[in-house]
């Protein structure tokens, strides 16, 4: 088993518990870990027998498109969506984080972070 990992990737998103947060966006990041067994590609060189990064990318983009109120329920959806895209990947490990949240102080982000694996309930 082998780990592909998408590090702090950016996004301009509309999420946020409050109305006000859905409506002037704020910066992302997601971090995105997923297990593998890329023993096959690794020995022949071809990316049929691995996950495409490329693709990986553009579905963490497609949901972040879609407005949420809970940084929880983000991260769960981004990881159903890999499970569900991807029958290889036999775990997923997502982090996703608000900069500067509207919490009436100096904080610079605010995290969740969920595993899940695809034989097992969520971790």
Request: charged content about 30%.
């Amino acid at each position: 088993m082998g780990e592909i990992s998408l590090e702090n990737m950016e996004f301009f998103a509309y999420h946020g518990f409050y109305d006000e947060e859905q409506k002037i966006g704020n910066k992302y990041s997601v971090d995105l870990r997923v297990w593998v067994d890329f023993h096959r590609a690794a020995l022949e060189d071809q990316l049929r027998y691995t996950v495409n990064y490329e693709k990986l990318y553009r579905l963490v983009a497609e949901v972040m498109a879609t407005p949420t109120r809970l940084l929880e329920h983000l991260a769960q959806r981004i990881a159903q969506e890999v499970l569900q895209h991807f029958q290889m990947v036999e775990k997923v490990e997502v982090s996703v984080a608000k900069h500067n949240p509207p919490i009436g102080g100096v904080c610079a982000k605010a995290r969740v972070r969920l595993s899940i694996s695809r034989d097992r309930r969520q971790q």
